[in-house]
């Protein structure tokens, strides 16, 4: 049973630049969801999507956008890369939208540095 | 006001004590609350779920106080596994809303 799973696991972008991460979402899980971790501090969230569509956003600037593919899997993209988006970026699946009790199974992240 | 805020660490304990680890969370709507724990530069891996009632798993107890917005983890008797970032998660409906995190420490 395949668990969630993100690559790349490693990336050096510089400013300005533009960065595409990819998640595939634990099998029979259709829900993704993004977040940032700085060093430090615990994760915050990015968006939501369920059903190919952005459901939910946290506090992130456009320059966060998403895209959710058939097959459930998902990419982040950041455009005009800054310094402080470096970060560590979690992917976590789930099962359905909205309110639940059902807990978010996290992949291992893609540890974005920014030159 | 930080949505969910924890005790700041780091807690250096020795193997075999009882460590707690508390955290508040400001939306009253908040509808589930969970603790994950997250070893340095690795994923967060769920914990256990907390409830009302209180729950527990082996030596781990979490317990939810939802009139005082307040949720505790209580670990008995350390283990040098233990040591790890403890993160308090509450869902408010949207997402998982994470707390900063509590470090622990077990030493020998």
């Known amino acids: 049973d395949a668990g969630v799973t993100q690559s790349p696991t490693h990336l050096i972008k510089t400013r300005g630049q533009q960065v595409t991460l990819r998640c595939s979402p634990k099998?029979?899980?259709?829900?993704v969801s993004w977040y940032q971790q700085a060093l430090g501090q615990g994760p915050q969230f990015i968006f939501q999507?369920?059903?190919?569509?952005?459901?939910q956003r946290g506090n992130f600037p456009d320059r966060f956008s998403g895209h959710q593919f058939p097959n459930y899997s998902s990419e982040l993209n950041v455009n005009a890369l800054l310094l402080g988006d470096s970060a560590l970026y979690l992917c976590?699946?789930?099962?359905?939208?909205?309110?639940?009790?059902?807990?978010?199974?996290f992949g291992d992240g893609t540890r974005l540095s920014i030159l | 006001r930080k949505e969910v805020e924890q005790d700041p660490g780091p807690f250096n304990v020795p193997e075999g004590a009882t460590v707690a680890f508390n955290c508040t969370y400001s939306?009253?709507?908040?509808?589930?609350f969970f603790w994950y724990r997250q070893d340095c530069r690795k994923e967060p891996k769920l914990l256990m779920s907390v409830y009302s009632s209180g729950n527990e798993d082996g030596r781990f107890t979490a317990q939810l106080n939802r009139a005082s917005q307040y949720i505790s983890l209580l670990i008995r008797d350390s283990k040098l596994s233990d040591s790890a970032t403890y993160l308090c998660v509450v869902n408010d409906g949207r997402a998982l809303t994470f707390g900063s995190g509590t470090r622990l420490q077990v030493q020998p």
């Open positions: 999507y369920y059903e190919e569509e952005e459901r």
């Open positions: 976590a699946s789930s099962l359905g939208q909205g309110p639940s009790n059902q807990p978010q199974h």
């Open positions: 939306n009253s709507a908040s509808q589930s």
């Open positions: 099998s029979g899980h259709d829900t």
